[in-house]
């Protein structure tokens, strides 16, 4: 039985629902592969004291180590809130297809989730000031060191 972007988005709704009953914040997340397949991932940042457990960051982790993948190409990542920078890049990382929410950054923010100033870092050059972020030139061409030695790894696996 096919499943609507609606459907999906009403579980991650109620995810996220339950979620705050167990500890949790009030974020759920579901990747659906090509193929139909579901991973659900709720908010445990404050549960688990890791600032990366992020609902959508979840669902990509569970449903990438159960397919033996990192690359989710194919799949439509459904979640309850506007994505933040850091679940945009992990879904653009993973290769997701489309990102579908229901409340946004705005929404969040009501609630106390101000993620605000972390998009601004990258739209606004001047909040950069928030995290400055800097290139040291290294002598000798040692900061290539790494990608050298990948470039001649025969056993490397690309993405």
């Not at 109620?14 to 139909?36: C, E, H, K, M, R």
């Not at 194919?74 to 994505?83: D, I």
């Not at 992990?90 to 929404?107: G, I, K, Q, T």
């Amino acid at each position: 039985m096919p499943t609507t972007d609606a459907d999906m988005l009403a579980r991650a709704l109620q995810l996220a629902t339950a979620n705050v009953a167990n500890s949790g914040g009030p974020f759920g997340a579901v990747i659906v592969t090509a193929d139909g397949q579901a991973f659900d991932g709720v908010n445990r940042v404050t549960a688990s004291n890791d600032p990366t457990a992020h609902a959508e960051v979840s669902a990509i982790r569970n449903a990438c180590a159960a397919l033996g993948t990192f690359s989710l190409s194919g799949a439509v990542l459904y979640t309850s809130c506007e994505p933040c920078p850091m679940c945009l890049a992990a879904a653009l990382w993973a290769r997701v297809e489309r990102v579908v929410f229901a409340a946004d950054r705005n929404d969040a923010a009501g609630a106390g989730f101000d993620d605000a100033a972390f998009y601004e870092f990258f739209e606004v050059p001047s909040r950069r000031g928030m995290l400055p972020v800097e290139q040291l030139d290294v002598d000798g061409g040692h900061a290539l060191a790494p990608f050298n030695a990948w470039n001649a790894a025969a056993n490397r696996t690309d993405y």
